[in-house]
């Protein structure tokens, strides 16, 4: 048995995140919605996962992804597109859990950890402030503002 026989297989989406997030290289401001647009067709298949019953799967990648493009924001001449990026991707991962039957309160306790980073960083704007994560305690299936709904409380 060679060395290279137990090396792991990475996702080919993980590879596909990572061409398209081109690391290290910074982005111009007018190569910003290209590469927004390029990411978001990745983002395409990775909701086609959680709708293919791979949410496990899914879970990880948004993770990678979150991570890719956190990082890619401090290396664009223009953040808007991105930091909107970020966002959606947020949301998705927030579904792919929720489909993969993931405790919510282990989602919460992961957003309250990044955004205790992002604070520590000086609060760049990137992951929404504390008031908007009153979906916490959402119904399973609905992310975004448009369709926030407190559960009611447990008595």
Same mark, same amino acid.
């Given at each position: 048995?060679?060395?290279?026989?137990? @090396?792991?297989?990475?996702?080919?989406?993980?590879? !596909?995140?990572?061409? +398209?997030?081109?690391?290290?290289?910074?982005?111009?401001?007018?190569?910003?919605?290209?590469?927004?647009?390029?990411?978001?067709?990745?983002?395409?298949?990775?909701? +086609?996962?959680?709708?293919?019953? !791979? $949410? !496990?799967? $899914?879970? @990880?990648?948004?993770?990678?992804?979150?991570? *890719?493009?956190?990082?890619?924001?401090?290396?664009?001449?223009?953040?808007?597109?991105?930091?909107?990026?970020?966002?959606?991707?947020?949301?998705?991962?927030?579904?792919?859990?929720? $489909?993969?039957?993931?405790?919510? +309160? !282990?989602?919460?306790?992961?957003?309250?950890?990044?955004?205790?980073? +992002?604070?520590?960083? *000086?609060?760049?704007?990137?992951?929404?402030?504390?008031?908007?994560?009153?979906?916490?305690?959402?119904?399973?299936? $609905?992310?975004?503002?448009?369709?926030?709904?407190?559960?009611?409380?447990?008595?």
């Amino acid at each position: 048995m060679t060395p290279l026989s137990h @090396r792991r297989i990475e996702d080919p989406l993980v590879t !596909e995140i990572r061409y +398209e997030l081109m690391p290290g290289r910074f982005i111009r401001w007018d190569e910003v919605s290209r590469l927004a647009h390029n990411l978001d067709r990745v983002h395409e298949k990775v909701e +086609e996962l959680v709708q293919a019953g !791979e $949410a !496990e799967r $899914a879970v @990880r990648l948004y993770e990678v992804f979150l991570s *890719g493009v956190y990082s890619k924001i401090e290396e664009a001449d223009d953040e808007c597109y991105l930091a909107r990026l970020f966002h959606r991707l947020a949301c998705g991962w927030i579904q792919a859990r929720q $489909a993969a039957g993931q405790p919510a +309160e !282990e989602t919460v306790s992961q957003l309250l950890n990044w955004m205790n980073v +992002e604070l520590a960083n *000086g609060w760049h704007g990137y992951i929404p402030p504390p008031e908007k994560f009153r979906w916490a305690r959402m119904r399973p299936g $609905a992310c975004g503002p448009a369709r926030w709904k407190p559960m009611p409380s447990r008595k």
